[in-house]
């Protein structure tokens, strides 16, 4: 029924009438492969109703399902060689709220050169991605030599050593959140440091340069 329910909302399918029409109209090939079978003494497939569909969605633990997905994904990925690179962003999602309106907001990890989404989980509204951030990572089972990248938000003392204790590495943004850091770096002489390499790119309507320098 999740699988289903997974095909009907990558399908256009937004709301759960939808996706109890997407599933009673699913060909017969596209049910076979999902395990929906003929039923011997009946020639026929039972479908689940909307009502179903419905019940089984309230009571899914959904920070348990994300887990779920996430081992899943990350088993069958395929094998690469070299540096690792691990995004953590939050996102909010269209088309869905809680109870009261609540934007329902996610944390997610994702791969840098597969695009997988290894772990993801709901930022809750009494807590904050900050807070997610160690609990999100908990659920990738292998950290070491991956680099994690994050925005400014996550340049955290306690989220670097948490990362170097897991044998990662952390490429950070420092803002104003961090005015120490951030003079501390102002003041290093990195117009001394040999430029080594340059990128030019394009994104969310913006166009930008990235340089490299050896360490000095």
Known sequence: ????????????????LAVSEWI??????????????LE??????????????RRLLARIDGDALDRAVGRWLADRR???TGLRGLAVD????????????????????????TGLVLAQLDVGEKTNEVTCFQPLLDAVADLAGVFVTSDA????????DYLLARGAH??????????????????????D????????????GRSGSAGSRSPP
């Open 1 to 16: 029924m999740l699988a289903l329910t997974a095909c009907a909302v990558l399908a256009g399918a937004t709301s759960l």
């Open 24 to 37: 009673a109209d699913a060909p017969p090939h596209i049910l076979e492969r999902l395990g929906i079978r």
């Open 40 to 53: 011997p003494l009946f020639s026929k497939r039972f479908l689940p109703a909307e009502t179903t569909v």
């Open 78 to 80: 395929p094998t690469m």
């Open 90 to 113: 939050g996102k909010s999602l269209r088309g869905a709220a809680k109870a009261k309106g609540r934007k329902i907001d996610l944390l997610a990890a994702l791969e840098h050169t």
């Open 153 to 160: 938000m996550h340049t955290q003392r306690e989220h670097a």
């Open 170 to 191: 952390y490429i950070v943004i420092v803002k104003g959140n961090q005015k120490k850091l951030r003079r501390q770096l102002k003041s290093l002489p990195r117009k």
């Open 193 to 204: 440091i040999p430029l080594q390499g340059r990128t030019r790119g394009t994104g969310h």
